[in-house]
């Protein structure tokens, strides 16, 4: 049950933040958006929502850090993935999120 709740707090913050890049990103005077964008924003906002749920709800200490890693990683390299970044910067992409993943805890206060 706390997985499932964590995951609604994690997905609920994807949206948040992609509702707050249109609402700061796109007024009516800028129309032009583009889904790769809104994309990016939404798995940002899931990668900080994931960093948060996994350390506060984890069911172990250490569960919390290797969901951490796994989350960034994916993360980055789904962001790679999606602006075509060619295999090597994929690669390198997921040792950047997993590096991010792993320090999460630190950096997200910060936000």
Same mark, same amino acid.
């Given at each position: 049950?706390?997985? +499932?709740?964590? %995951?609604?707090?994690?997905?609920?913050?994807?949206?948040?933040?992609?509702?707050? +890049?249109?609402?700061?990103?796109? &007024?009516?005077? #800028?129309?032009?958006? %583009?889904?790769?964008?809104l994309a990016g924003v939404i798995i940002?906002?899931? +990668?900080?929502?994931?960093?948060v749920v996994a350390e506060e709800w984890g069911a172990t200490p &250490?569960?919390?850090? @290797?969901?951490?890693?796994?989350? &960034?990683?994916?993360?980055?390299?789904? %962001?790679? +993935?999606? @602006? #075509?970044?060619?295999?090597?910067?994929?690669?390198?992409?997921?040792?950047?999120?997993?590096?991010? &993943?792993?320090?999460?805890?630190?950096?997200? #206060?910060?936000?």
């Amino acid at each position: 049950m706390k997985w +499932f709740i964590g %995951s609604v707090v994690a997905l609920a913050s994807g949206a948040l933040m992609a509702f707050l +890049f249109l609402a700061v990103e796109v &007024g009516p005077a #800028e129309q032009s958006l %583009s889904a790769r964008s809104l994309a990016g924003v939404i798995i940002l906002g899931v +990668f900080m929502g994931v960093i948060v749920v996994a350390e506060e709800w984890g069911a172990t200490p &250490g569960a919390g850090k @290797f969901v951490r890693v796994a989350a &960034g990683a994916a993360a980055c390299a789904a %962001s790679a +993935f999606l @602006f #075509e970044l060619p295999w090597s910067g994929m690669w390198l992409a997921g040792l950047a999120g997993a590096l991010l &993943g792993y320090l999460g805890m630190k950096w997200v #206060e910060h936000i």
